[in-house]
């Protein structure tokens, strides 16, 4: 499949999990990926694997998006320098910090939640709207939570970040509607990913779904027949 061939996917959270498999996905589908994640050597990874499935060598941007949250404004122009487009963006990057009470919450651990889930969104969306609006068909997915309808103890500082998020991402869909651009949000529900691993360690994580499993759902957002705007699409749980 190369429905997305000549198109540029730029990927954050790229290094493992949901956003490695995403990347390969759209790889195979012909897009030249730009991957972002904190990690040099699980971006590699994902290159590698990405070549084995025969997609185009990636380009690799390993920074910190809280702490070094200055270089996300630079992507898109740098892109578009060097590719002459951008034409998808993915937001798949999350942080969970502690799981606590909300008195317990941490400014470190808030400022990391909120860095990565929200403020990178806002900045991703502020860098990339430009490229997406000149491409034939932009398209742009936030990975976002169900406890965001479903608030949990423990997990205040997480469902509130991606809430943030979810309403920002709505409203910019909605200013982009008259525009070729389509904005959706994804929830791939429970995932077998390290943050899963990490909320609910003891977990069976063979009975849930696998990264590379829901990767294709996402990869559809990307296409240009895609033509929901502002939409939540997520993946019923598993069995």
Not at 121 to 130: S, V
Not at 167 to 177: G, I, Y
Not at 210 to 233: F, H, M, S, W, Y
Request: aromatic letters at 4%; proline letters at 7%; one cysteine or more.
């Amino acid at each position: 499949m190369t429905s997305l061939s000549g198109k540029v996917a730029l990927i954050t959270g790229a290094s493992r999990g949901i956003g490695a498999a995403l990347a390969v996905e759209l790889a195979r589908r012909g897009a030249q990926c730009v991957l972002v994640a904190r990690t040099q050597g699980g971006l590699e990874e994902t290159d590698d694997a990405i070549r084995a499935a025969g997609g185009l060598p990636a380009t690799l941007l390993p920074f910190d998006l809280v702490r070094q949250a200055d270089k996300i404004d630079m992507i898109g122009p740098s892109i578009v320098e060097r590719f002459g487009r951008l034409d998808i963006l993915v937001h798949n990057a999350g942080a969970l910090g502690t799981l606590t009470p909300v008195s317990h919450v941490t400014p470190k651990d808030w400022a990391d939640v909120v860095g990565v889930n929200l403020t990178a969104a806002w900045r991703l969306i502020r860098t990339a709207e430009p490229p997406l609006r000149a491409a034939p068909a932009g398209r742009a997915v936030f990975l976002t939570t169900g406890r965001v309808q479903r608030p949990k103890p423990y997990w205040g500082a997480y469902g509130a970040a991606k809430a943030g998020m979810e309403h920002l991402v709505q409203t910019w869909a909605a200013e982009l509607a008259n525009t070729a651009v389509r904005v959706n949000l994804f929830d791939p529900d429970i995932v077998a990913t390290q943050m899963r691993a990490t909320a609910m360690p003891g977990e069976d994580q063979s009975r849930l779904w696998q990264p590379k499993d829901v990767a294709p759902a996402i990869a559809a957002l990307c296409e240009a027949e895609e033509t929901r705007n502002g939409e939540t699409v997520r993946l019923p749980p598993l069995g």
